[in-house]
């Protein structure tokens, strides 16, 4: 198991000796429509937008993961004060079945709240929603938008996967900070999906998002999601370590931030079960 707990350094700076940050990056994939993107090179000089988006899928993919997450919110001007929430974040794959469980720790009143979000292979959403003592509400794809916590993310962020749509073209080079970028635009036609345009803007020197825009079927950007730490995974491969999750159009914005992480785990199903969360809550 790797541990990492080195979380000091400034935003934007890429650890060689970090070790493995939480998953967040693979939930997390909110985007948006970003204006000032220079125009795509010639064909000859541009990568082939599928195998780029291939490459940071494969670099993030893993069988199981733990993570503990601290998420500091921060609500409109005047409406309210900056909350933090200390988070536990469980994931596992099951051929091409997503599990992501979300359990509040921290504070003591809020502890034990719960999100348990499935994506089949085909797409469709479910899981459920759990409130101490023992309330368990199915989670249905009519809660897409449904904010988790009272934070930036939702529950999209962890249901949707854009970077399986079928069509993925590279549209300019840009910097994310100092690091050049490719600019991969993934669309769909399908009409259930809310933020059908998602532009990703993708390292050019290792294969991961440093931000991540998704725009509404009009085009108006909705919700922007920055990386602020890089780190190198001692079994190789990288993950970001602190994510700034905006959500343009009301201003709020939530720093995800990774304290430790385990990945390439084998958890099993009853985990992810209401039953599998009310005896996480009583070992706690």
């Known amino acids: 198991m790797k541990i990492m707990r080195d979380f000091r350094k400034k935003a934007?700076?890429?650890?060689?000796?970090?070790?493995?940050?939480?998953?967040?990056?693979?939930?997390?994939?909110?985007?948006?429509?970003?204006?000032?993107?220079?125009?795509?090179?010639?064909?000859?000089?541009t990568p082939e937008a599928r195998g780029l988006v291939s490459a940071v899928v494969r670099n993030q993919q893993t069988t199981g993961s733990k993570a503990r997450l601290r998420l500091a919110i921060e609500p409109p001007e005047g409406q309210g004060p900056a909350r933090s929430l200390q988070v536990l974040l469980k994931s596992r794959r099951e051929g091409a079945t997503q599990e992501t469980l979300v359990m509040?720790?921290?504070?003591?009143?809020?502890?034990?709240?719960?999100?348990?979000?499935?994506?089949?292979?085909?797409?469709?959403?479910?899981?459920?929603?759990?409130?101490?003592p023992n309330e368990v509400t199915p989670?249905?794809?009519?809660?897409?938008?449904?904010?988790?916590?009272?934070?930036?993310?939702?529950?999209?962020?962890?249901?949707?996967?854009?970077?399986?749509?079928?069509?993925?073209?590279?549209?300019?080079v840009d910097?994310?900070?100092?690091?050049?970028?490719?600019?991969?635009?993934?669309?769909?036609?399908?009409?259930?999906?809310?933020?059908?345009?998602?532009?990703?803007?993708?390292?050019?020197?290792?294969?991961?998002?440093?931000r991540v825009d998704?725009?509404?079927k009009n085009g108006e950007l909705r919700k922007r999601l920055t990386a602020g730490r890089v780190v190198r995974r001692d079994e190789?491969?990288?993950?970001?370590?602190?994510?700034m999750v905006e959500t343009v159009t009301s201003g709020s914005r939530?720093?995800?931030?990774?304290?430790?992480?385990?990945?390439?785990?084998?958890l099993p199903a009853s985990e992810f079960s209401p039953e599998g969360v009310r005896q996480l809550l009583d070992s706690r």
Do not use: N
């Open 12 to 45: 934007g700076e890429v650890s060689p000796r970090g070790r493995s940050r939480a998953r967040a990056a693979l939930l997390l994939f909110l985007a948006l429509a970003v204006a000032g993107v220079a125009a795509a090179p010639p064909a000859a000089e």
């Open 104 to 132: 509040v720790q921290w504070p003591r009143e809020e502890k034990g709240r719960a999100w348990m979000i499935r994506r089949t292979d085909s797409g469709e959403v479910g899981g459920f929603r759990f409130m101490p």
């Open 139 to 172: 989670v249905t794809a009519a809660e897409l938008e449904a904010p988790l916590f009272g934070s930036d993310l939702s529950v999209d962020d962890f249901a949707e996967s854009f970077w399986d749509w079928p069509e993925q073209q590279v549209v300019g």
């Open 175 to 210: 910097k994310v900070g100092s690091a050049e970028c490719w600019v991969v635009e993934s669309r769909t036609s399908d009409a259930s999906v809310r933020h059908p345009r998602v532009r990703s803007w993708l390292a050019k020197d290792k294969p991961i998002a440093l």
């Open 214 to 216: 998704k725009s509404d």
């Open 236 to 243: 190789g491969g990288w993950v970001v370590a602190e994510w």
């Open 254 to 266: 939530t720093r995800v931030t990774g304290s430790r992480s385990d990945r390439d785990l084998t």
